[in-house]
């Protein structure tokens, strides 16, 4: 069982990806593009997807049939760590409700299985890939993780049309081609160094795979993400709003360039006060754009607020991610705020920057970060935590597990109890074990760092958070006052999640199911209104 507690340790640590640890040793370039399946000249599967570093996502469709829109969520190797898939009417237009929908966690030797009949525990294989027909780019999966292995694989396959567990194989037939063969089937297929499948044949039948390149999957659009994960990234301004945007690059540590987005007010004067974004666990970008909550982009909906209200805004993408150069996988927290600090030196050099109003803005372990970087810069003017953690990530980590791990069906009380003990000895393994962001998040102690801050702060925090618990937000602020800090400002949002979007439950499961992929106007509005207040923004045209 302890593959098992592997994946619940690190469930849900801070923002998406919810696997945080995992993502971020598999961060890689990302891909898109198209595999189809030809009848003779007849096209009979099109997968359109978009691959990023711990993201796959497609929109399949069948001739005759309805379109199926997946998402995967990836760890190390290849694997599946949850899968969301929808399926939909033929003919059915892009508003339209899904016919059916299924969530699969896979938790070890466990695939948790949600659909409209309610929870359902299937038991399978350690290392299982959960898969649906049709979906070829989730079968690039099988071939990645044995062209890693060195050629052959034996590879558990979870077929989620009925719950059994089969076993997938994978041998080479010669330097770029390889035998796939599940239940009798064979199939030969040609593929690159990587694993991808580039083309090839189902044995015994006419049928043939093809790929296409990224042209083909331009103005990919699930259904809850109108701009498409694989759209452009467009970080302007839109049209008539009172602030510039202007792409800009940060000289960071150990020589790495950090590329971000600095948005300038229009409706106030220069020098303006400005706010450094810092994102959450795992490679994230600018906007912190999140594909499994419906293409959210929080941190560009703060941007624009911000902006409306007389303050400008820097927000970057994470080292190694995006534009930004460096390595992400070996950095930890303490690193990515020496980066926070180099946007704050880079700001101090602008003339349109007021050095003295400057404030850090953190989400998840950006709300961490921002605490950090105040207590070691006295000119820093105030900070906002979103979510931030009081506690050390290994006393966070045993809460979620044992949040998990109750919520598991079909386990006694003394299986849940000795799962709980394998967690408790296998976090405390990681936190002994070499230095990686996973050790220095389990060791790191938020609270004393809180003691050492005494500028301006306001901590919001979500009721119904199931990644940083609510009650974090109290620890923050008597941490805070017990350093002597009085400025101190905590709001609770009620039936709010991790993301700060409305969801009663708050589960991160249930991120595919939000009814909004926005921040609510009022926890907008809390944060431009108290930014504006401590940094003296105002604006003179409206």
């Known amino acids: 069982m302890r593959s098992n507690i592997k994946t619940l340790i690190v469930a849900g640590l801070f923002a998406f990806p919810l696997f945080a640890q995992e993502a971020h040793e598999a961060h890689e370039e990302s891909d898109r593009g198209a595999l189809m399946l030809r009848l003779g000249n007849d096209t009979v599967v099109t997968d359109r997807f978009f691959r990023s570093h711990d993201t796959l996502q497609g929109i399949v469709v069948v001739k005759a049939q309805g379109r199926f ?29 899904p016919l059916q929908r299924i969530y699969i966690s896979m938790q070890g030797d466990s695939a948790f299985a949600e659909t409209a009949a309610g929870m359902q525990r299937l038991g399978t294989r350690a290392g299982a890939i959960p898969m649906f027909n049709n979906a070829l780019a989730l079968t690039e999966l099988f071939t990645r993780r044995a062209r890693a292995a060195g050629g052959s694989a034996e590879i558990p396959y979870l077929v989620m049309n009925g719950g059994s567990t089969l076993t997938l194989s994978v041998r080479p037939l010669g330097a770029d081609s390889v035998a796939v063969t599940i239940a009798g089937q064979e199939q030969r297929l040609k593929i690159d160094a990587r694993g991808r499948i580039i083309g090839g044949k189902i044995s015994n039948m006419a049928a043939e795979f093809s790929r296409a390149g990224p042209a083909a999957a331009d103005g990919l659009a699930f259904t809850k993400s109108p701009t498409g994960p694989s759209a452009k990234a467009d970080y302007s301004a839109p049209a008539g709003a009172p602030y510039t945007a202007e792409d800009v690059t940060v000289n960071g540590p150990g020589g790495i360039i950090l590329a971000g987005t600095l948005t300038r007010p229009t409706n106030s004067r220069a020098p303006f006060p400005v706010v450094v974004t810092i994102t959450g666990s795992g ?7 999140l594909p499994i909550a419906g293409g959210m982009r929080m941190f560009r909906q ?24 460096g390595k992400f996988s070996s950095a930890t927290s303490a690193d990515f705020a020496d980066d926070i600090r180099a946007a704050v030196a880079y700001l101090r050099t602008r003339k349109d920057i007021d050095p003295e109003r400057i404030a850090l803005l953190g989400h998840s372990e950006g709300g961490m970060i921002a605490p950090m970087v105040a207590a070691t810069d006295s000119k820093i003017k105030a900070i906002v935590l ?25 386990l006694t009380q003394a299986k849940r ?61 008597a941490a805070f006052r017990a350093g002597g800090n009085r400025n101190v400002t905590r709001r609770m949002l009620p039936a709010r999640n ?35 207040r401590v940094l003296g923004a105002k604006t003179v045209v409206q």
């Open 302 to 325: 703060l941007a624009d607020t911000l902006g409306r209200r007389g303050v400008a805004v820097l927000r970057m993408d994470d080292r190694g991610t995006g534009a930004s150069s």
């Open 498 to 532: 991790h993301l700060f979007v409305e969801d009663a439950d708050g589960s991160f499961t249930n991120y595919d199911k939000l009814k909004s992929n926005k921040i609510p106007g009022d926890v907008l509005g809390a944060v431009a209104d108290w930014v504006a």
């Open 417 to 477: 109890d000795s799962l709980y003990r394998v967690a408790v000895d296998t976090v405390g393994k990681i936190a002994r074990g070499p230095n990686s962001w996973m050790s220095y998040w389990l060791n790191y102690d938020p609270a004393a760092t809180a003691r050492k801050v005494h500028v301006p702060v306001l901590i919001l925090q979500g009721e119904t958070d199931s990644q940083v618990s609510p009650d974090q937000a109290a620890k923050l602020e």
């Open 69 to 97: 829109e997946y998402v995967a969520v990836l760890g190390p190797n290849d694997a599946v760590l949850s899968l969301s898939v929808k399926a939909y009417a033929l003919g059915g237009a892009p508003g339209d409700a």
């Open 283 to 289: 490679p994230q970008d600018r906007d912190e754009y």
């Open 386 to 410: 979103m979510a931030g953690p009081a506690d050390k990530g290994f006393d966070i980590s045993l809460a979620q597990n044992r949040v998990a791990i109750d919520h598991a069906p079909g």
